[in-house]
């Protein structure tokens, strides 16, 4: 049973299995704040979680505009979540302009909460209403829950010495209080938490305490007077451990991190602010009691020379941008494949090209990665299908960056970098040991001597006695590492370089079907951020009885050894992709059987919906 | 390749700097001597070959690293300042020297050398400022003269030069030198100084280009021309040229510049000449606008001021923080905050 339809019948017909709440409002209302005591609490009740924040690019636009609205969205419940929803159940809107900008992702029928008392002459004004919504009729079909949310938390707030701007800005919680009552959650994880943010005003603390209460007593009395009902939302069966939420940019910071640990090699991440990135930078410079040295460099060229120094130097060098960044940085990409040094390289991809949309998701650069630079100039590319994976192929491209000394780019994408999702907080006790070692011995030393199995060139660190040694971006020779401009030799380089990063396939484990037959009427292969909504979408046809499998790609060059063959059963290929068909051209290049491209470039991600009717479409409906 | 180490060798000579490779710059150029002046304060400093790193960007001067037998990286154009950032941060023990040049250094790479100034990397930067594009032959530079004809200015440079010494003055740089090529002993002196100090040291060399713009130092760094047209700077002595050591140098009030006077002539007021006090950025930067042909060219260190290089400051900061922290290991991270059991 949906959400909405329990909301209005209680205990008739069952329990829904997961509801989509979207919080919404003035960038200065504290919606993400909400947002986030909102999943704490649910995936401490032990639901599923997935969210997402949504928020302005404007620093600080006008109050009350369109432009200045910030959203969060959740999708929580008792099965495995895979995405954010394609739609909410329940919209709470602290404003006009987050009504106006939010409607269309609600569901026909789902519930309206809305702040009466913004909804003034000025407010419908700034939101571009030429009449109220709530009373013009023109929110039928939907169910509306008018409440005037700001004199209510003037109210409750009454008792306390503040400021009336300070009573008034705990509205937010007033609302988080009744989207509590909706869903029978403990109020118990916020209270706590404003009773220590707020440790040194506890007026402010207590204050908003009260309009959390006061907004789940509403709920109370108005079920009482079955104007509305609240609503079960049942745990998930999640493997048992401890857990926490985690972004993909968190996670692929902490990869890094982790990386180093597991390496024992001190990280050194050189980085320049960019949108989707910018936010792994912010997490490793927290971690400096670890030893992460961060440096914010003067530009995207210096940040990724910076750490082609830092691999030079033998410590673990990487660096993170988005695509126009990587675009800036790809010279020294260069630099990097033929001086054939560790660099890991993440690509928090958004949407272009050039400028593009910046806070707006895309996995446009697949091209990019795999193919953008001068020369013959290959390096391995993986991609993580969700904010926790970033952290394992993190640790993975660190792991394939040093024992094949090359350059690796890792992406992901401004929705896996900003999305978040409960954690089982990994063992690192469990995780391998991806040390290499350097060179030390003179004897016979030469910078390209190679590995006769991984053909990685030895690893000689300045600082260590008698093996002096020079290196950079001109030819080598094969055997002395002079620069050579010696035709048969540059062949034989550039032919190694590319055999090097071809053999990686043979030490990645084997592409493994996700869902469904190998000899399956029609495949959907994916990569990256998508995993989430095509697993859900499979799988919802797939219980509807359509033949159709799911495959999920991790290495993207050099591809799994086996993901032509496994892919060949398949009666037809379906590859859905935020980009206008890039993997389709990429498995051509790779001779593996022909796909169809489904693109999606509006800067969303692809609802299940979506998905399912694409995939009804190949199968004939 | 050599395989002795230094804990039992003999002190190293000027030959245990150069490697095997067969030196290709143009007969005559001015890059010989650099290096040979950079060989001999290695040896002379007592630097040691494992812990010397050059770092080169992309012209004739970037070809450096390869003819010293101590580590090297020959990078791509105008980065090298960048990759010796990542290259301190993962190793501030390393004896750092960046090889670029004017073009490497000051249009393709500008930024770059800005930052290394004002982060204050410890590293030796050598600007070779030879005034025009040797390597791709010929076109004229940032620091190219103003109505130069070169390949790519036929009817002659229409852009006012750049003035490498404000330059890295205006960047924030606490080390900054002059020097000519063929004045061997000073170059030393000025190397040494340069190692010496810790943190981002500039010194432009100014180095002829016998094919592509040959004698541009024939104005002031001849045998002839040298006393009257260069003022070879010594911290604490005061600024004083000319042959017969008759010229000196006092600020003049109404201008803020310096102005040159006649020692014992009318315009002496008796005080003596200003006396050079590196450590004074004012002072430095009246002695770097000082331009042919109405001033001599001023050359040794020009300024030295000290302050934590950047590698320093951010060990600093880890050491603090692991001081001030319980955690100990990304586990301690990831169990931070808020967690769950299910």
Known sequence: ?621 | MDTKTDTVSPPLTIKDFASDQEVRWCPGCGDYSVIKAVQKTLVEVGAKRENTVFVSGIGCSSRFPYYMDTYGFHGIHGRAPAIASGLLLANPDLDVWIITGDGDGLSIGGNHMLHVLRHNYNCVILLFNNGVYGLTKGQYSPTSERGQITPSSPMGVIDPPLEPIQFAIGAGAHFVARVVDIQQQQMIDVLKAAYEHKGAAMIEIFQNCTVFNDGMCDSFATKSTKFEHQIELVAGQPLIYGKARDKGFKCDPGSLSLKSYDIGGEDDDGHGAIVHDPANRSLAFMLAQMQMPEYPVATGVIYNAPEASYEREAMRQVEEAKASSDRKSVTDVLNQGFTWEV
């Open chain 1, 1 to 621: 049973m949906p959400a909405t339809q329990c909301f209005a019948q209680h205990g008739q017909g069952g329990v829904p299995d997961s509801a989509v709440v979207r919080f919404a409002g003035d960038s200065g209302d504290g919606i993400q704040l909400l947002g986030d005591q909102f999943s704490l609490t649910s995936a401490i009740a032990g639901n599923a979680i997935s969210t997402f924040p949504d928020y302005p690019s404007e620093v600080r636009a006008p109050q009350g505009s369109t432009y200045g609205v910030s959203a969060f969205q959740i999708q929580f419940g008792g099965r495995n979540i895979k995405t954010i929803g394609d739609s909410a159940d329940v919209l709470i809107a602290f404003n006009p302009a987050a009504l106006k900008t939010n409607l269309e992702i609600l569901k026909p029928g789902g519930l309206i909460i809305a702040d009466q008392g913004t909804f003034s002459k000025r407010g419908l004004k700034k939101a571009g209403y030429e009449t109220s919504p709530l009373t013009d009729g023109s929110l039928e079909g939907y169910r509306l829950l008018a409440i005037d949310i700001t004199k209510q938390t003037l109210a409750a707030t009454a008792p306390f010495d503040l400021s009336k701007k300070d009573k008034q800005r705990c509205k937010n919680f007033w609302g988080l209080g009744l989207i509590f009552w909706l869903f029978h959650q403990k109020r118990a994880t916020t209270t706590a938490w404003l009773d220590r943010k707020f440790a040194k005003k506890p007026e402010i603390a207590r204050a908003n305490i009260a309009a959390l209460n006061a907004g789940h007593a509403y709920g109370e009395n108005i079920e009482a007077s079955h104007e509305l009902y609240s609503c079960h939302i049942p745990a998930a069966e999640m493997p048992p451990g401890k857990y926490r939420a985690v972004t993909g940019s968190q996670a692929a910071a902490w990869g890094l991190a982790a990386a180093s640990e597991l390496s024992g090699r001190p990280l050194v991440f050189s980085s320049y602010p960019i949108t989707p990135a910018t936010t792994i930078l912010h997490h490793l410079a927290r971690l400096k009691d670890l030893g992460v040295i961060t440096f914010q460099a003067e530009d995207e060229i210096a940040a990724m020379c910076a750490a082609i120094g830092t691999a030079f130097a033998g410590s673990l060098g990487a660096t993170a941008s988005s695509g126009p960044g990587i675009a800036l940085k790809t010279e020294a990409i260069g630099l990097a494949v033929a001086a054939e040094l560790p660099v890991v390289i993440i690509n928090s991809q958004r949407a272009g090209p050039s400028t593009g949309l910046p806070t707006k998701t895309e996995q446009s650069d697949l091209y990019q990665a795999v193919y953008g630079r001068n020369g013959d100039t290959p390096l391995p590319v993986l991609a993580a299908r969700s904010p926790a994976d970033c952290f394992d192929v993190t640790i993975e491209a660190v792991r394939i960056a040093l024992k094949y000394m090359t350059p690796v780019m890792m992406l992901m994408d401004g929705y896996l970098g900003n999305a978040s999702e409960p954690w089982l907080i990994p063992d690192m006790n469990k995780l391998p040991d991806i040390s290499v070692k350097n060179c030390t011995d003179p004897e016979g030393f030469s910078p390209f001597k190679r590995d006769a199995d991984t053909l990685a060139r030895l690893w000689a660190i300045p600082g260590t006695p008698g093996l002096e040694h020079r290196i950079g971006g001109l030819e080598r020779d094969y055997v002395t590492g002079d620069v050579s401009y010696d035709p048969g030799n540059h062949q034989k380089m550039s032919q190694i370089r590319i055999d090097k990063v071809k053999g990686i396939a043979s030490d990645l484990p084997e592409l493994e079907i996700d869902q469904g037959e190998r000899d399956a009427e029609l495949g959907v292969i994916g990569w990256g951020s998508t995993y989430g909504p095509i697993s859900r979408a499979v799988s919802n046809m797939r219980e509807k009885g359509a033949s159709v499998a799911h495959v999920h790609l991790r290495y993207l060059y050099p591809f799994a050894r086996n993901q032509c063959e496994i892919t060949s059963g398949f009666g037809r290929i379906l590859v859905p992709e935020m980009n206008m068909g890039q993997l389709v051209t990429v498995m051509r290049d790779n001779n593996c059987p022909p796909a169809e491209g489904f693109s999606k470039v509006t800067g969303r991600p692809f609802t299940v919906t979506e998905l399912e009717e694409a995939i009804a479409a190949r199968l004939g409906g």
